[in-house]
């Protein structure tokens, strides 16, 4: 079982930064796969970014690609997601998600790919 609770959502303003942390409870953290969904009102979920268990590989949206950073740090049990640039469009909830198996490829740019989840924490970009 691993826990997720995010933190680092709020307000901000077009073109400002925030960095989205995701701490992890649990002693196999260094073995998940790590990942950032969002949900915009009205809409599905849909993925941001992924990185697998030693940090040696990323993926992100092609939204987000050039502006959003993930990282994690193994010995805090925990992932980054830092955001720069940030458009009203990036206005969404932002979770954390947790994929067991040493996963990757297409399969953990699906919400089905990942097997925890946070409560997420709410980004609003005004313009």
């Known amino acids: 079982q691993l826990y997720l609770v995010e933190s680092g959502g709020g307000l901000a303003q077009v073109g400002d930064s925030l960095t989205l942390s995701c701490a992890a409870s649990?002693?196999?953290?260094?073995?998940?796969?790590m990942g950032w969904f969002r949900q915009a009102p009205g809409k599905e979920r849909e993925f941001v970014s992924a990185i697998t268990w030693s940090g040696g590989d990323t993926n992100y949206a092609d939204s987000v690609k050039g502006r959003f950073t993930i990282s994690r740090d193994n010995a805090k049990n925990t992932v980054f997601l830092q955001m720069n640039s940030l458009k009203p469009e990036d206005t969404a909830i932002y979770y954390c998600a947790a994929s067991r198996g040493g996963k990757w490829g297409s399969v953990v740019t699906t919400v089905n790919g990942f097997d925890y989840w946070g409560q997420g924490t709410q980004v609003t970009v005004s313009s």
């Open positions: 649990g002693r196999q953290f260094s073995t998940f796969t």
